[in-house]
Nanobody, 124 residues
Framework: QVQLVESGGALVQAGDSLRLSCAAS????????MAWFRQAPGKEREFVAR????????DYADSVKGRFTISRDNDKNTLYLQMNSLKPEDTANYYC?????????????????WGQGTQVTVSS
């Protein structure tokens, strides 16, 4: 089992930056590929970014590419999402997730562990 706790969500203005964190605990979280997803009210949960267990491979949704950066510190068992040039359409509840196999995917149902989410609101 892996436990995930997100933090860092806030109300910010368009153009601002924000860094989300996800603290992992439990059974060897450093071995798991991880990802960030987001869900806005009335919408399906969507992929934002993913990272391999080592941190050497990353992948981003087109909507955030060039603005967001996913990273991880396996010594601290923490996943990060640096978000720059935020837009109102980035407003959502952001979730971190981990999966207990090496394959990296963008589909939420393929992830085994989820945090409770942290709210990001971007005002125009």
């Amino acid at each position: 089992q892996v436990q995930l706790v997100e933090s860092g969500g806030a109300l910010v203005q368009a153009g601002d930056s924000l860094r989300l964190s996800c603290a992992a605990s439990g059974r060897t979280p450093y071995r798991y590929p991880m990802a960030w997803f987001r869900q806005a009210p009335g919408k399906e949960r969507e992929f934002v970014a993913r990272i391999s267990a080592s941190g050497g491979i990353t992948d981003y949704a087109d909507s955030v590419k060039g603005r967001f950066t996913i990273s991880r510190d396996n010594d601290k068992n923490t996943l990060y999402l640096q978000m720059n040039s935020l837009k109102p359409e980035d407003t959502a509840n952001y979730y971190c997730a981990a999966k207990n196999s090496a394959t990296m995917v963008r589909v939420p149902s393929e992830y085994d562990y989820w945090g409770q989410g942290t709210q990001v609101t971007v005002s125009s």
